[in-house]
């Protein structure tokens, strides 16, 4: 069955535009309840959201769909996505929803779902759903609609769960911190969980107002949190997205820290701890070669899975892995967590930097990636890489790289975007590659 509805990470789109309209977050809510009415106990579904404009008016259409077929609601307000999973659990919830369009700009939104498990969706919940989105639904009667309620102390129960990630004997007190929020669902829950374990904290994108969420600022936005940095004299920047599912780190130098060798950094403390599962490390393919011959020198392996911290994280579980993540700073750290969690991954890199006693420039980096360049190339339409021309680039392309580097090219899961990646030992090969490669698609284009 064609998705209509359901991306590489739920549903997301253009708000009032498309999918991401209220009426159709409504009937979101009727199918995806419905699909999670099983057995005879009192339904109940986790709303969260960013701090996004428009995820007032998903919220509403969304509570209105899930009681409207008899499923009871718990909003939590802006918090985490892995806040929203954490709390599925916890509330012995059937469903979690989490309104968020992750590191995409505020006119954009989206909705995650979540099992009873806390888990994302599997490929066949989600068909499921998409089969009940186009049927009539199957509303309760009156004695059986659902009913909505707000709880006040779901950011301490998130706080208080992430702090649990790292030794009770692991204090931050000598450490000051910049904590860039990108002035997203994290803009509270993450400042208070360092300033609690005793860093001093400089806050950063921390005045959301609706409109301004990963603008400038955040993890796709690096700009402000390295020059804080800097004029702070801290000792160290974490940067979180939108929804606070991924981590990009600055060094006391102003230097980024990706998740590749944040992943090196937390597997290797692993390893040491005799506490990593699984041989090494999930990763997708667009992580650095550098990470792959790193983790080898190690004797751990690097199993690497298509683009997306679900299949991360399918992978992770099927092979018991415990870390896992994207270069884009995704981390899934299953002894803590269902799903990414910039917070945690953040508490995790600071403990180091505590045990260590080094400053961030000299931990951090811990092996020299390969030269590595990603180009994005936007199309309004069509099926760029089905082209003549770009299919003859791409195997002139793999030709060349044959043996001495590797080339991705994939079409974006929540944009209209083509992304070309190429790495290898040749920085000048490496950039050639790509820029033909990008020709070729705006050609076809």
Not at 48 to 76: H, Q
Not at 240 to 256: H, P, S
Not at 407 to 421: F, K, N, W, Y
Request: one cysteine or more; proline letters at 3%; a negative charge.
């Amino acid at each position: 069955m064609a998705r209509k509805f359901f991306g590489t990470d739920g549903i997301r789109g253009r708000t009032n535009a498309g999918v991401m309209t209220a009426a159709i977050a409504m009937k979101v809510g009727q199918a995806a309840g419905r699909h999670f009415l099983r057995g005879d106990h009192r339904h109940r579904v986790v709303i969260g959201k960013d701090t996004r404009l428009s995820g007032y008016m998903l919220e509403n259409a969304l509570v209105a769909g899930f009681t409207s077929v008899g499923m009871d609601v718990v909003m939590t307000g802006p918090l985490p996505t892995p806040a929203i999973a954490l709390l599925t659990r916890e509330l012995r919830a059937d469903v979690g929803v989490m309104i968020s369009a992750s590191h995409n700009p505020f006119e954009d939104n989206g909705i995650k779902l979540f099992g009873p498990d806390g888990f994302k969706l599997s490929d066949e919940d989600e068909l499921a759903i998409e089969a009940l989105l186009d049927a009539e639904p199957a509303l309760a009667d009156a004695a059986n609609v659902g009913r909505a309620r707000r709880i006040d102390d779901a950011r301490g129960r998130y706080i208080h769960a992430v702090k649990q990630s790292i030794p009770a004997d692991i204090r931050f007190d000598d450490l000051k911190v910049v904590v860039d929020c990108a002035n997203g669902a994290a803009y509270q829950a993450a400042p208070s969980a360092i300033w609690e374990l005793g860093a001093k904290i400089v806050p950063l994108g921390v005045n959301p107002n609706g409109t301004n969420i990963n603008k400038d600022v955040g993890s796709t936005s690096l700009d402000a949190v390295k020059a804080k940095v800097v004029e702070e004299g801290a000792d160290i920047g974490i940067a979180l997205d939108g929804d606070a599912d991924r981590l990009i780190v600055v060094d006391e130098k102003g230097r980024t820290v990706d998740g590749d060798q944040i992943m090196a950094l937390i597997a290797l403390g692993k390893m040491r701890d005799q506490t990593l599962r699984g041989g090494g490390v999930v990763a997708t393919v667009m992580s650095n070669l550098g990470l792959e011959r790193f983790l080898g020198n190690h004797d751990l392996t690097l199993e690497r899975t298509k683009v997306g911290d679900r299949y991360v994280l399918e992978r992770m579980r099927e092979g018991g892995f415990n870390i896992g993540g994207e270069q884009s700073g995704h981390m899934i750290m299953l002894d803590y967590g269902t799903t990414g969690d910039g917070t945690v991954a953040a508490l995790n890199v600071l403990a180091a930097l505590v045990r260590a006693g080094k400053p961030a420039s000299e931990l951090l980096h811990q092996f020299d990636p390969v030269p590595q360049l990603l180009k994005n190339v936007r199309f309004a339409g069509g099926k760029p890489l089905e082209d003549a021309r770009v299919k003859a680039a791409i195997a002139d392309a793999e030709a060349e790289l044959a043996g001495r580097g590797r080339l991705v090219i994939r079409a974006s899961g929540t944009e209209p975007l083509i992304r070309v990646m190429a790495e290898g030992d040749d920085a000048a090969q490496v950039e050639r590659v790509v820029d033909t490669i990008c020709d070729a698609v705006r050609s076809a284009v």
